[in-house]
């Protein structure tokens, strides 16, 4: 059995997982969401600090790549289906996804976004009635959604089903009125009930989110107390490059409204400088120390990084292999690896 400090040692080495905000802009105004609160400028990713972004990882060995931002829609960048395409032109590149609000999924033309490269498509909605969907997500765009949903769900299976498409609801708790409706059941068929989930504990956003903005039933998760947490730091802080639509360069997508955890900016350095450089390597070690950044004292999705070595070390190995040895990988599913986020 490996040890954990060598998995450890490996992480900080390399950077296992990546995405790109290509927009921090979003179309709704949810009210379990921080976007509400969130301060820093909205903006859309330029082309050529994008194309900076894909190169510069598809050259460390590629992988998955995730479009999804901290908060913000992806199909809200009108040039969202090139950036696709162009990332998976790249042979390392092996598979994208995104999530959705779903307003904007007729935006491109149904053909255009499933046949772009996208491999996984993730809605994240409400279902059930007119009312709810506008007091929860602050758009009168149910009937919008829904028709958008039903549509691309008809259409991906018509093409050979390329992409693989999840629902994550955001609805009442009470499972006994949601299932029994026709969007529902309409949905069921389309995408299977294993493709169907809901969420009933969300993050409180740094305070920003009471219950009563949740679905009725839900709840706010609990936050593990800072003593707790400086006994180990986040597994974000070992896994992840997440380059932002303004360049700068974060390593947790989570809960990080304001870009606080910081650790570079690609238009001054490459991402394996960013990752191997003095300002990820102080979070982790005043982590140690018992100084977290404030975002990561009341993060409900704080979990040890020893705990997600645990839980994921083949994929640990795989992804350190792609970015040392991508010769390895050259011909694409050579090792048959799921490449779906995780």
Not at 28 to 33: G, I, K, L, R
Not at 86 to 101: E, G
């Amino acid at each position: 059995m490996v040890p954990v400090a060598v998995y450890r040692r490996l992480m900080e080495s390399r950077f296992i997982n990546f995405g790109v905000e290509t927009t921090n802009i979003c179309n709704a105004d949810c009210t379990f969401c921080g976007y509400r609160f969130m301060e820093r400028r909205k903006t859309v990713m330029e082309w050529e600090l994008y194309e900076k972004a894909i190169r510069e990882f598809a050259d460390n060995g590629g992988g998955s790549i995730n479009f999804t931002p901290t908060v913000g829609d992806p199909l809200v960048d009108k040039h969202i289906i090139r950036k696709i395409r162009h990332a998976r032109a790249q042979p390392s590149i092996t598979s994208a996804m995104l999530y959705t609000n779903g307003i904007l999924l007729h935006r491109f033309g149904l053909d255009e976004l499933l046949t772009s490269g996208l491999t996984r498509l993730a809605i994240s909605t409400y279902i059930g009635s007119r009312e709810g969907y506008k007091h929860y997500y602050g758009k009168d765009k149910y009937e919008t959604v829904v028709r958008n949903i039903d549509a691309i769900g008809r259409r991906n299976k018509e093409l050979g089903s390329p992409v693989l498409i999840t629902l994550h609801l955001r609805i009442a708790r009470d499972e006994a009125d949601w299932k029994q409706t026709e969007e529902y059941r309409r949905f069921e068929d389309l995408f299977g009930g294993s493709n169907i989930s809901f969420l009933e504990s969300y993050d409180a956003w740094s305070g920003r989110i009471q219950e009563e903005d949740l679905p009725t039933g839900c709840e706010i998760s609990e936050c593990l107390p800072v003593s707790v947490k400086k006994k180990s730091p986040c597994f974000e802080l070992y896994r992840r490059l997440h380059v932002l639509a303004d360049g700068n360069v974060g390593a947790c997508i989570c809960t990080d409204l304001e870009s606080e955890i910081k650790i570079g900016n690609i238009k001054e350095q490459s991402l394996q400088e960013i990752w191997q450089g003095e300002r990820l390597a102080k979070y982790r070690s005043d982590w140690l120390n018992g100084d977290l950044p404030e975002v990561c004292k009341t993060c409900t999705r704080y979990t040890p990084v020893e705990q997600f070595i645990a839980e994921n070390p083949k994929r640990i190995l795989v992804d350190y292999l792609r970015r040392v040895a991508p010769w390895l990988f050259a011909a694409r599913r050579r090792m048959q690896i799921n490449d779906n986020d995780y």
